[in-house]
């Protein structure tokens, strides 16, 4: 990210399309975290361009992964299609299509603990439109992401004694959970 930052920075055309490649990688990987791209996006264009540069990469890596996951459902049989889905919204979005299916997209992206790569795939599975689930799937994340790039943007900006002592708060919490993790695999 450095990297991105100190030598193409200087050029934001170059920057920009940059960014929206690599936030269409994360999005079609579907485990890797966008927030260090929203940090860069931040430093190099300011706050308000960077969080418009971050949602216009969710976005387009949202539709990317939205046509790449209808594509590699057409070829499944049907038969092999009936899944469990654990959530009943998403199951309910899998068998809707209309508004009913822009407001569960938009309802479900609002909603911090469902994984955004698990609506983007059951929207592939439903009968929602391409533009639709577009609209939707950007609105529902506008909040999400202004957060992560507020939270972001007041982290750049504090002063080194309260970065380090998030940072060594942090290191506490995580080393507190896996020693709880452990604590509780040996019962």
């Known amino acids: 990210?450095?990297?991105?930052?100190?030598?193409?920075?200087?050029?934001p055309l170059i920057?920009?399309?940059?960014?929206?490649?690599?936030?269409?990688?994360?999005?079609?990987?579907?485990?890797?975290?966008?927030?260090?791209?929203t940090a860069a996006n931040i430093l190099v264009l300011g706050?308000?361009?960077?969080?418009?540069?971050?949602?216009a990469g969710e976005a387009i890596g949202a539709v990317v992964c939205f046509l790449l996951y209808r594509k590699g459902l057409a070829?499944?049989?049907?038969?092999?299609?009936?899944?469990?889905?654990?959530?009943?919204f998403l199951n309910r979005l899998r068998k809707t299509d209309g508004m009913e299916a822009v407001f569960l997209v938009l309802f479900l992206r609002l909603l911090p603990f469902i994984p955004s790569g698990l609506v983007t795939l059951t929207a592939a599975y439903s009968k929602m439109?391409?533009?639709?689930?577009?609209?939707?799937?950007?609105?529902?994340?506008?909040?999400?992401?202004?957060?992560?790039?507020?939270?972001?943007?007041?982290?750049?900006?504090?002063?080194?004694?309260?970065?380090?002592?998030?940072?060594?708060a942090i290191i506490f919490l995580f080393a507190i959970w896996i020693l709880w993790k452990r604590k509780n695999k040996d019962i």
């Open 1 to 11: 990210m450095e990297f991105l930052i100190e030598r193409i920075g200087s050029h």
């Open 15 to 37: 920057f920009m399309l940059i960014s929206l490649l690599l936030n269409t990688l994360i999005a079609i990987s579907g485990i890797l975290p966008s927030a260090f791209l």
């Open 47 to 55: 706050f308000a361009n960077g969080l418009l540069l971050s949602i």
């Open 75 to 88: 070829i499944i049989p049907s038969s092999q299609k009936k899944a469990k889905f654990m959530n009943t």
């Open 129 to 168: 439109r391409t533009w639709s689930f577009a609209a939707a799937s950007t609105a529902g994340k506008i909040p999400a992401l202004y957060i992560e790039a507020y939270s972001i943007d007041v982290a750049l900006n504090a002063r080194t004694q309260w970065q380090i002592g998030a940072l060594i």
